[in-house]
C-alpha cells in the first residue's frame, strides 16, 4: 500500500505564491505517473497537473502559466508551484499517484487546504 502525504498548504494573499509537496512511501515512485486534484467548496474535484513518470507535463487550462509541476524522483517527492494565486484557486488539494504497470490501481493522499485571500 502506498502511502501519500501532502504538505505545504496555507493561507495566503492573492497574488502570493506556494509550493505543495506530496511525499510517496514505498520504492516504486519512479513508476508512478503524478497528478494533483484540487476540490472547491460545493464544487466536483478537478485535475489541476500531471507529471509522468517520463517527466511530461500537462496542466489545466485555468492554471497554465502560473502553476508548475515537477518531480524528485530520490525523495520520492512530487511538488506543485504555484504562482500569482487568485481567489478561485481556494480549494483543498489533493496529491494523486497512478502506476504506470497496473492501470486498476491509484493512491490518494489526504489532502491541503489553499486558501487564497486578502
Known amino acids: 500500500q502506498v502511502q501519500l502525504v501532502e504538505s505545504g498548504g496555507g493561507l495566503v494573499q492573492p497574488g502570493g505564491s506556494l509550493r505543495l509537496s506530496c511525499a510517496a512511501s514505498?520504492?516504486?515512485?519512479?513508476?508512478?505517473?503524478m497528478d494533483w486534484y484540487r476540490q472547491a467548496p460545493g464544487k466536483e474535484r478537478e485535475l489541476v497537473a500531471t507529471?509522468?513518470?517520463?517527466?511530461?507535463?500537462n496542466y489545466a487550462d485555468s492554471v497554465k502559466a502560473r502553476f508548475s509541476i515537477s518531480r524528485d524522483n530520490v525523495k520520492h517527492t512530487v511538488y506543485l508551484q504555484m504562482n500569482s494565486l487568485k481567489p478561485e484557486d481556494t480549494a483543498v488539494y489533493y496529491c494523486?499517484?497512478?502506476?504506470?504497470?497496473?492501470?486498476?490501481?491509484?493512491?490518494w493522499g489526504q489532502g491541503t487546504q489553499v486558501t487564497v485571500s486578502s
Open positions: 494523486h499517484a497512478r502506476p504506470n504497470y497496473d492501470g486498476n490501481l491509484n493512491y
Open positions: 514505498g520504492s516504486m515512485f519512479t513508476f508512478f505517473h
Open positions: 507529471i509522468s513518470s517520463g517527466g511530461s507535463t
